[in-house]
């Protein structure tokens, strides 16, 4: 498991919501989102804010279909939160992922919108493999919303992370 060190506190790692169809011609990272995505990522939106889920900072890809998604989330939270859209986010690895997390030295909370298979890896790298797998076993859904917290781990310095919750439409 990767060990990032606090703050922050809690980690958001949300999946950008269902993407529209490839066009002949068009470039992947313009991909809007379809109706279903819209919708998607409005229930999240409104089941995270039920739930009080409302991280200080979002970072979020550049690409439509995630700055879309994370528009959702800001319908939801307090308009002093902070959103932040990084290039890095498109291409980047799980390294990308995890060290945009690792560097959030100032907030207690911080969300990340971003791609599978990184989204997925990521998660994977803070919980392990096997608890990722018993979690989801089908894979880190369209718009789904991993919540985790940090879990002190007696064996090692700094923290590791649970899965407190997982948020689908």
């Given at each position: 498991?990767t060990i990032?060190?606090?703050?922050p506190?809690?980690?958001?790692l949300?999946r950008h ?7 002949s011609g ?8 379809n109706?279903?995505?819209f919708?998607?990522?409005?229930i999240?939106a409104?089941?995270?804010a ?8 979002v ?5 439509a279909?995630?700055r ?12 002093s ?10 291409n980047?690895t799980?390294e ?9 030295t100032?907030?207690k ?10 989204i997925l890896?990521?998660?994977?790298a803070?919980?392990g ?5 018993k ?11 991993a919540?985790?917290d940090?879990?002190k ?13 997982f948020?689908?439409?």
């Amino acid at each position: 498991m990767t060990i990032i060190l606090p703050p922050p506190f809690r980690i958001y790692l949300l999946r950008h919501a269902e993407a529209a169809a490839a066009q002949s011609g068009g470039r992947d990272f313009d991909r809007p989102l379809n109706d279903n995505g819209f919708a998607e990522a409005e229930i999240v939106a409104d089941k995270a804010a039920d739930k009080g889920y409302r991280p200080e900072l979002v970072i979020s890809s550049t690409a439509a279909r995630c700055r879309q998604t994370a528009e959702a989330i800001r319908r939801t939270v307090d308009p002093s939160v902070e959103f932040l859209y990084v290039d890095e986010l498109y291409n980047g690895t799980r390294e990308t992922y995890l060290a945009l997390l690792a560097a959030q030295t100032t907030v207690k909370s911080v969300m990340l919108v971003g791609h599978n298979p990184n989204i997925l890896q990521a998660l994977e790298a803070l919980i392990g493999r096997n608890k990722l797998a018993k979690a989801l076993p089908k894979g880190f859904p369209t718009a789904g919303l991993a919540v985790l917290d940090p879990l002190k781990d007696p064996g090692e310095k700094g923290r590791s992370w649970v899965l407190a919750d997982f948020i689908t439409d």
